[in-house]
């Protein structure tokens, strides 16, 4: 058994891949629809072909820091089931949030299965990744224009990822990619855009986060990058909500974060509008969001605003 955390899905991908790798016998399951103990049946079920079998359990929320809907009795039944696994089953749990180091079913499952951190919180460590994947394409790329990029897409990776896409794209062949070419690329304009629409719905402003996301539709901004930087915003705050609850100072919170003390300043006076609840509540549905997204179960646009709309007219 795994659990893949982070707030990168496209890294949590990555790794999913890793243990799956080509195999037909893959069954994805959500559990803000099914039930733990529904993932225990599926998982002690076996084949008449004896085949191995991977269980994909996406937001295993009962893990981490997240409010959960597994019910106590659940899991119970589920530290029963890690004492004797179904050798032939292979579960690979994932969640967006946090994990709960101090919970009874964290510690019971760290000690006999991996626990990997899918985020990418160290500057360096983006960098490498990003070259990792320009390297792999056959592209060369210097370190002003990796800059420009994380930049741009606020050091998030799955905003990243898909830049170097379209970079990719852009080229008829592998080749240096330059500063200038990545600038046009990467609309600074849209960019704003995108970050305007955010800075609109942190602020309950629900006329303009409207407009601007109508906007956005006619000039076909891939939507994606707004529930990413959305999901980034309500996370910094839940974050920085639990550190000075624990009574860090603003100094070691910024350190933590790697933000700066502006930014800082700037989050914590939008959440004077939240309570914990909220910022929990409305990360969690972001991320069921990304999650329907990016498995084609529902269309971008057509979410977000269904969002909106719960928030600024529930």
Not at 257 to 271: A, C, E, T, V, Y
Not at 282 to 288: G, V
């Amino acid at each position: 058994m795994y659990l893949f955390y982070g707030e990168s899905f496209r890294l949590i991908e990555e790794e999913i891949k890793k243990v799956v790798k080509e195999s037909p016998n893959v069954l994805t399951i959500d559990l803000e629809a099914s039930s733990l103990k529904e993932i225990i049946e599926e998982a002690t079920y076996v084949s008449m072909f004896q085949e191995q079998k991977y269980l994909i359990v996406r937001n295993a929320n009962f893990f981490t820091t997240a409010k959960s809907k597994t019910k106590e009795e659940e899991i119970e039944l589920f530290l029963k089931y890690m004492q004797n696994p179904v050798s032939l089953t292979t579960i690979l749990f994932t969640s967006p949030f946090k994990v709960d180091a101090r919970k009874k079913i964290y510690k019971e499952f760290s000690k006999t299965y991996k626990v990997i951190n899918c985020s990418i919180t160290d500057r360096n460590d983006l960098i490498n990744k990003i070259r990792d994947m320009v390297f792999k394409q056959k592209f060369k790329i210097d370190n002003e224009t990796i800059l420009y990029i994380m930049e741009s897409c606020q050091n998030n990776f799955d905003l990243i990822y898909n830049e170097l896409e379209k970079i990719f794209l852009y080229y008829v062949e592998p080749q240096k990619i330059e500063l200038q070419d990545v600038v046009n690329i990467v609309s600074r304009t849209l960019m704003d855009n995108n970050f305007k629409f955010v800075e609109a719905v942190i602020k309950k402003d629900g006329r303009e986060a409207l407009k601007i996301l109508e906007d956005l539709y006619v000039l076909k901004v891939e939507p994606i990058a707004l529930i990413l930087l959305l999901a980034r915003e309500y996370r910094l705050m839940l974050s920085i909500e639990t550190l000075l609850r624990g009574g860090y100072p603003k100094a070691t919170i910024s350190k933590q974060l790697g933000l700066q003390d502006w930014q800082i300043d700037k989050l914590i006076r939008n959440m004077n509008s939240y309570n914990e609840e909220d910022l929990k509540t409305y990360l969690k549905e972001i991320a069921s969001i990304d999650y329907r997204v990016k498995s084609g179960l529902g269309d971008a646009y057509t979410e977000l605003k269904a969002f909106l709309l719960k928030v600024f007219m529930p």
